[in-house]
């Protein structure tokens, strides 16, 4: 079983919470790292060794205010390797939270959640 990851938020860099002792896994705060990729690259690992032994039920918490380009490119990669835990069996949602005026990040769950069909995609207001 793959260990707890958590980093605090900068002010580049989202809070992640990927806690399967108290199921909460939550992505807030603003994703604007100077390389996505290697901020993505420990959050993919940690993906990649969930999938492998995976509960029934995953639900992602996300709260974003702004994100870059490259980081838009490495959600996408994300939300495939969700989609494959959906594949073997694990219901998974992903509760986007976002201000009730920002119609982008509005418009930005809108597309992911006709583009991963997948995964179920809930909208909330902040």
Known sequence: ?????????????????LDRDINLYRISGDILPENSFDFFE???DWF???IENPD?????EFSINIIN??????LVYLF????KLADKGTYV????????????MQYTAYEFGNAFTKINFETQLK
Not at 1 to 17: D, Q, R
Not at 93 to 104: C, T
């Open 1 to 17: 079983m793959n260990k707890n990851y958590h980093i605090e938020a900068t002010e580049s860099t989202p809070e992640i919470i």
């Open 42 to 44: 420990p959050i993919f």
């Open 48 to 50: 990649n060794d969930y």
């Open 56 to 60: 029934e039920k995953f639900i992602l």
């Open 69 to 74: 380009t490259s980081s838009t490119r490495r």
């Open 80 to 83: 495939k390797l969700l989609e």
């Open 93 to 104: 949602k992903i509760i986007w939270i976002h201000l009730p005026d920002d119609e982008i």
